[in-house]
């Protein structure tokens, strides 16, 4: 089959040449490669920023940045990580891995594919810009958190909080694009034979996340409306002296809050799906009962967004409701994480880069979920509230959950997208200290978040001094560690040993049936899926 | 979610199945990239619907705004006192029941006014109509209209205390150096939770925001006019 389909390249691999290519490009691959690097991109500014934070953490007192900096730093810091780096990043990867684990020849609506990516430029632009003015002394960047909770970032908000608002309305328009393409996708292009139940896991986690984009990222920019009217036009949504209730904002972000949080590691649990069996060399365990787990969990997070607010003053029975309805989600994820155990069970393991990330998901992220369940008692939520503790937690899972996931599958389809093999020395090195300096980073915040040590102040009591100084030194070893990362992809793209069009002893799936490089356009004559 | 997916399948199944073939007779004359004509009905249809999806659930996010508000009043949650005003006279004094009431009084924010209760707390008995006053005083030289938002605590006895009369039905105007003195007459019903033998009544003054509507002072007004 890949005879008949480099026939085909030979005629029609000529691709637009200059800046013009990437422009206006309509092509999946490009589109992909052009998210990934956005991601990396601001994964680097949004480290940054956290650098800053720890460097300021690392002793108790006030040394290098003032308080209001500070607060600019954790607000930034939280919305270029969740909008900038995860969202984007495994957008890129379903650009360019959906039409080729499918057999599609391309996204379904290429010309909107183009635009969904360039609003985020200009998107980060303008939270970025308002940095950049608050640096030059024009004004506060917002400083509110990334979670922007009223009356902080409606009455007392500066007024960079508008570029804010139409940052994350871009975003926001930007992502619901990128979802819709998505399951149009996957809906009317699959390949001959390719049904539902057939689709890699990748391809079905994406599916369900992108209908949660879809339900929720309207509600998000519903909320940042209502706070651009109450700041601007005199309406008063979230404000008690005009009738409305700042609690309201809570329910209606958290509303949107939760669902995003699955957003941001459902595509984690289909990357990784697709790694384990390939190393293991064995089909995935349960496929689908991985399906349905995925499905439960998407259905699930619409039901338990108050346990965020459990000390917002909740009646007891609203308390047992998101309580229980956040156990429940124990559940599905546990079905998932046992089903990737029994994958690798009896296997014929090899321990590459990707399997090394994906393993330290499967272990870490199990670890962030744990603390998770911890936070999901409601009376003990009371003590872990705005604690380290939950910035321990949320970094478990985002950090070297979703964002080791992400590395994981750059390390696995590399090979496929550059026809280069990556330095599989470098690649190890890079895992090891990004586990070792992650964890030094993230564990002690348990410590100090447990012992009752706030989030989001730059300052702190003596008895949290060595637990901090610790995660610094962990911080620094994590972001600098990146660059090797950093290096690794540029080595490859520049040249490498020649991959083979499986690249992977166990690989299965459509994508691999492809040259390596994938050509510029792939599967115009449809693939029969038996 | 599930349902549907599980049910489309085979009826999608045939329809791709179906187009790539016609693409395949198309394909000496198209170019390749050229795939948005390939699923053009499908596709259409797709994004119609997610299109309703989106805008429905941005409709949502508003509607969640007085959903809200139904909610807190029905539960009482917030300690939202609501707008209900029952006449005095419909009730049995329950002379067996002592009730004590605390009053609070708070100013948000940057609100510049001196504002308190005449007395900290009053023991009425359930179905007995109490009059007491809150004074706030302007120091400042400028005219400054406020808004005081009630709240009664603890929250499940919010909707058995009602009040009659209350500076906080409509916005209050203080001239540069006045001090007013505000009624508020209460009644607490006598269906009060028999475990509950303290309330407490808090109001917030705020700057009332110029332009902004006041659904507070509206609905209050209509009440009052019906007694």
Not at chain 1, 216 to 231: K, N, Y
Not at chain 2, 16 to 42: F, L, Q
């Amino acid at each position: 089959m890949s005879a008949v389909i480099e026939e085909h390249h030979d005629h029609h691999d000529h691709k637009p040449s200059g800046i013009g290519r990437w422009l206006f490009s309509t092509n999946h691959k490009d589109i992909g490669t052009m998210y990934l690097w956005f991601s990396f991109i601001m994964f680097f500014v949004g480290g940054a920023m956290a650098l800053v934070i720890r460097a300021e953490l690392f002793q108790p007192g006030l040394q290098l940045v003032e308080p209001e900096f500070f607060n600019q730093m954790t607000t930034l810091h939280g919305l270029i990580m969740v909008f900038g780096v995860i969202m984007p990043g495994f957008v890129g990867l379903a650009n360019w891995m959906v039409p080729m684990m499918i057999g599609a020849p391309d996204m379904a609506l290429p010309r909107m594919n183009n635009w969904s990516f360039w609003l985020l430029p200009g998107a980060f632009g303008m939270l970025i810009a308002s940095l950049i003015m608050s640096l030059m002394g024009m004004g506060s960047a917002p400083n509110f958190g990334w979670t922007f909770y009223a009356p902080l970032s409606t009455t007392y908000g500066p007024a960079s909080t508008d570029y804010f608002i139409f940052s994350v309305h871009l975003m926001g328009i930007s992502s619901i694009m990128g979802a819709i393409n998505i399951i149009a996708t996957i809906m009317n292009m699959r390949a001959p034979g390719m049904t539902y139940m057939k689709m890699p896991i990748f391809v079905w986690t994406w599916f369900i996340t992108a209908y949660l984009l879809i339900a929720v990222m309207p509600v998000l920019a519903g909320v940042v409306t209502m706070m651009l009217m109450d700041r601007n036009f005199g309406t008063s949504f979230f404000n008690a002296a005009g009738g409305g209730d700042p609690v309201m904002f809570q329910h209606v972000f958290w509303f949107f809050g939760h669902p995003e949080v699955y957003i941001m590691i459902l595509p984690a649990f289909g990357v990784v799906s697709q790694i384990v069996p390939t190393f293991a060399r064995k089909k995935i365990f349960g496929y689908s009962s991985m399906v349905y787990a995925t499905a439960s969990i998407a259905f699930l997070s619409f039901i338990v967004w108050a346990h965020h607010m459990f000390t917002t003053g909740m009646p007891v029975a609203g308390e047992l409701f998101f309580m229980y309805a956040t156990m429940l989600i124990a559940i599905p994820t546990g079905v998932k994480v046992f089903n990737w155990v029994s994958t690798m069970w009896r296997g014929s393991m090899t321990f590459e880069t990707p399997m090394l990330f994906a393993i330290g998901f499967i272990f870490l992220f199990t670890i962030g979920g744990f603390t998770g369940l911890m936070m999901c008692i409601a009376p003990a939520d009371f003590q872990y509230h705005d604690t380290y503790f939950i910035v321990a937690h949320f970094h478990y899972v985002l950090a070297t959950g979703a964002a080791f996931s992400i590395m994981a599958a750059v390390y696995f389809w590399i090979p496929k997208w550059t026809g280069n093999m990556y330095d599989e020395k470098l690649g190890k090195l890079h895992f090891w200290l990004t586990a070792i300096g992650g964890n030094i980073l993230f564990f002690p915040m348990h410590f100090v978040g447990l012992a009752g040590m706030p989030r989001r102040i730059p300052d702190y009591s003596l008895q949290f001094a060595e637990f901090n100084a610790m995660a610094t030194v962990g911080a620094f070893i994590f972001g600098f560690s990146q660059l090797i990362f950093l290096y690794n992809v540029i080595k490859t793209i520049r040249g490498g040993e020649k991959a083979t069009d499986q690249v992977w002893e166990g690989a299965d799936g459509l994508e691999w049936t492809l040259p390596s490089p994938a050509p510029f356009h792939s599967f115009t004559t449809p693939p029969t899926v038996k | 979610m599930d349902t549907a997916v599980t049910c489309s399948v085979p009826q999608l199944y045939n329809a791709t199945d179906g187009e790539v073939r016609a693409e395949e007779e198309n394909k000496v004359t198209s170019h390749p990239n050229n795939i948005e004509g390939v699923n053009k009905n499908s596709t259409t249809r797709v994004i119609t619907r997610l299109m309703f999806v989106v805008v429905g659930m941005f409709g949502f996010g508003f509607a969640l705004v007085p959903l809200y508000d139904v909610f807190c009043d029905i539960t009482g949650i917030n300690g939202k006192t609501g707008d209900k005003v029952t006449l005095a006279e419909n009730m049995q004094v329950d002379t067996s029941r002592v009730i004590e009431v605390e009053f609070i009084a708070s100013l948000n924010g940057s609100m510049p006014w001196e504002f308190k209760p005449m007395q900290h707390s009053i023991k009425v008995h359930p179905g007995e109509p109490t009059r007491i006053s809150y004074v706030a005083v302007n120091r400042t030289d400028k005219v400054i209209v406020g808004q005081a938002v009630p709240s009664v605590a603890p929250g499940r006895a919010a909707e058995y205390f009602q009040k009659t009369e209350c500076f906080c039905f409509t916005e209050q105007k203080l001239e540069p150096g006045e001090e007013k003195e505000m009624p508020v007459i209460f009644v607490v019903d006598p269906q009060l939770p028999d475990d509950v033998s303290q309330l407490a009544l808090s109001y917030t003054f705020f700057i009332k925001p110029s332009g902004a509507s006041n659904s507070t002072a509206s609905l209050a007004n209509n009440s009052n006019q019906e007694i």
